[in-house]
DNA sequence: TTGTAAGCGTTATCAT
DNA sequence: ATGATAACGCTTACAA
């Protein structure tokens, strides 16, 4: 171990193993040629010296990047807080590391998806995943990222993406219900802006329509506090409900614990049930539909960093979980 | 807005504003000399181009790095799966983005502190963040990094540090405990190699013996499965206890878990405390200290950012949250 | 106050 | 197969 050594530059390696610059970097990059005899002589030099190659030069003569941006379409800089994203931004932190990219993450106003322009017209950006896509973000997508971009949710022609079968998830439940014996099934809803939240609506309406049944839709935003007052809302609007799908845990345990502060016994009287299966939901034995986040984010930014010709969309499937409350 | 315009570079704004590269490097970085008119030109043809500095090559030239890097010291690559490290992943990533600094985390095998020098070696790091710390990992911070690294928990006189006054916050627990009448409090304690853990330990030995009380230590490892055990452990060796202090919520709430199991009424027969206040514990009416895990990550992450002269150590307030299971 | 010019560490295009 | 040499975009003495 050499002490208060400077940190070793290619020229040095370079100069220990007797060659050009431009040798050693063809050997170090595994890129053109180089004599078995050349290989070897810097190779060892270069883990002799302890050579780590500078991040920046080279993405500055590559023009490559060096971090990969999480960007997240909201309509507050709020979104930023929450649990989905630390684990979808810690994981492709995960991912990045052993390729030397760092990440950063960014709110994108729903109103303005143009500001994801501005955030990826920075050179050092050398990838893209998008969190809460909307068909607007996808169209905003600067061309020197295409290639370079995967979407969490919905994708396009141009940008791959990595989704979960919320359709699918959400029919699951429904009828999960039904087969309980559950007629007067109530929703409440997501943004509607989201794809997500609009494919698991159009299931529960799907499958209630089929089964001549009465859809009975609020609008909610994700929240518990929106399950609070969505639970009253649905009460009121529909005495007779004897099952309500929230959009998400948080919902469905907003709205459980609002019906049994009204004295409304849970699953007795109506029904609750989740999507997403959050630490929470097995505690307070919330029946839900269970995703795999961290492998889901970890496939997203995969894609962008090896960036092979990938299928359109990768589906994750949704898996239901039963439990108490529904 | 122009369509396919190529990056706008220094070169460009200084062109657009009739001045000359170092002028327009001068007013866009803020340092030096340039008078209003230049200011004004200048600033005005960057935004109109849109221009944004390219990252990599600023970083080049300053030898200053392009990401930080969250090191995390633990036994197994398990603990990078965890919510709590997600926060402070993702808060950096926050905290950093505005810098043009993206992050990296990676995992410091705890019986080979070295490895964090293999990692901290690469000139594209520009901070570090220590998290979990030990002594020995304070001890192989490059001096390169110094003054360009924060940790959360220990710090020594060369890195900074922000922690958590986790013996004032196990003493209101065991003070509260003891308020309530227990005299037969037992601790699930943490693993020995971490501080903060250690910290608590001492707390609650401090007061114990002080009060004349016996110390029960059971050893765990922050999970809700050695909670479980350990409940089981407790009671075997000591029938008559009254109180279980854990030393975060997982482990409290698998105590609570387990004593139900068998039969044991929390709080009534055995009062049990948790730490950290994770969202599930106000939902199972946890009793526990709060502690502001996004502040923390977002302080730790300023230091190194601003690295202005941090004093050695900030300590955050924990914060006894009283519910119903103790 | 402003401009000129010399790098920062790599890669890539050429001749050789 | 190898080695000059010219970029890449920016900062910063230093000169004017």
Redesign the interface.
């Known amino acids: 171990m050499t002490t208060?050594r400077r940190?070793a530059t290619l020229e040095d390696v370079a100069r220990a193993a007797g060659v050009s610059r431009s040798t050693a970097s063809r050997v170090l990059a595994e890129s053109g040629f180089a004599s078995p005899i050349a290989r070897e002589r810097v190779r060892d030099a270069a883990d002799r010296l302890?050579y780590?190659p500078?991040?920046?030069?080279r993405?500055?003569v590559r023009g490559a990047?060096?971090?990969?941006l999480?960007a997240v379409a909201g309509t507050s800089p709020g979104v930023?807080?929450d649990?989905y994203?630390?684990?979808v931004?810690?994981t492709t932190?995960?991912v990045?590391?052993p390729y030397?990219?760092?990440?950063?993450?960014?709110w994108v106003p729903l109103d303005q998806p143009g500001q994801l322009a501005?955030l990826a017209?920075?050179?050092?950006v050398a990838g893209l995943v998008l969190v809460n896509t909307t068909e607007a973000l996808l169209d905003v997508v600067p061309?020197r990222l295409h290639g370079r971009t995967a979407s969490i949710g919905i994708g396009s022609t141009a940008v791959p993406s990595v989704d979960i079968d919320n359709g699918g998830g959400t029919s699951a439940i429904v009828r999960h219900l039904y087969a309980a014996g559950r007629r007067r099934i109530a929703m409440v809803t997501g943004p509607a802006w989201l794809a997500c939240s609009r494919r698991s609506v159009e299931a529960y309406r799907g499958l209630l329509r089929e089964a001549g049944l009465p859809v009975r839709e609020v609008a909610g935003d994700f929240s518990a506090a929106r399950g609070r007052s969505a639970a009253r809302e649905v009460l009121h609007r529909w005495p007779d409900t004897d099952a309500i799908v929230g959009i998400s845990d948080a919902t469905a345990?907003g709205v459980i614990d609002q019906l049994r502060a009204d004295g409304v016994r849970v699953p007795a009287d109506v029904a609750v049930t989740g999507f997403d299966d959050i630490?929470?939901a097995s505690?307070?034995a919330l029946t839900t539909a269970s995703h795999p986040v961290?492998r889901i984010a970890a496939a997203a930014a995969t894609m962008v960093l090896e960036q092979r010709p990938a299928p359109p969309t990768t589906m994750f499937p949704s898996s239901l979980v039963l439990r108490e409350s529904a």
């Open positions: 208060a940190h302890g780590v500078n991040a920046a030069a993405a500055l990047g060096v971090r990969l999480v930023l807080d649990s994203l630390d684990q931004v810690s932190a995960q990045c590391a030397g990219l760092g990440v950063t993450v960014a501005r017209d920075d050179r050092a061309r345990l630490p929470l505690v307070t961290r």
